[in-house]
């Protein structure tokens, strides 16, 4: 599968702008992460940011959200997909599916999904909303500040070190990566 085919599959089961700019979001982060860890598939981790959370108007993961993951798995493989890889990196982002992080890739993203959206809430507190004004000291600053964007799972942003890279990385990367597209993310 080539990006536009995971494109044209994400657009078919996904509505919800938000939740697009957020899947574009971590495909930007998991493409610069794979320039570091991955670079000859860097098109495949960003496949993997791209489609981590098909499911997610699908399914009624709020109740149970062990679905969360493995219902992405089966709209893929109703597609026609068969790929135990993409699978288990799209599960493994979310720990309640069953599929424990173990390799890079499944590192990566579970990661750069948090940190996507935690990037984006430290640019929402300034005065322009633009990710450009945003610089990784003020990064680290809210990520110690434990009620800011409290839902952003700090355990699991700081799991990209399984994968060699520091959180300070993961930083960057998500900066770099989110700036590039930041008028597609409205950022």
Not at 4 to 29: C, F, P, W
């Amino acid at each position: 599968m080539n990006r536009e085919q995971a494109h044209d599959i994400l657009m078919r089961y996904m509505k919800g702008e938000n939740y697009i700019t957020h899947s574009y979001a971590v495909e930007a982060i998991m493409k610069g992460l794979a320039k570091r860890l991955a670079p000859k598939d860097v098109e495949y981790w960003g496949i993997v940011g791209l489609l981590h959370d098909l499911d997610e108007e699908q399914c009624d993961w709020q109740h149970n959200m062990a679905v969360h993951g493995p219902t992405s798995v089966e709209i893929l493989k109703k597609e026609g997909i068969e790929d135990k890889t993409l699978f288990d990196a799209i599960c493994a982002h979310n720990p309640k599916s069953g599929v424990k992080a173990k390799t890079p890739l499944q590192y990566a993203v579970l990661a750069a999904d948090p940190m996507s959206g935690f990037v984006k809430a430290v640019a929402q507190i300034y005065p322009d909303k633009k990710i450009a004004s945003v610089k990784h000291k003020s990064v680290m600053k809210r990520f110690n500040e434990l009620r800011f964007a409290s839902g952003a799972n700090r355990d699991y942003m700081e799991s990209i070190e399984f994968t060699g890279l520091s959180l300070d990385d993961l930083i960057d990367v998500a900066l770099e990566e989110m700036g590039a597209i930041a008028d597609v993310l409205g950022l």
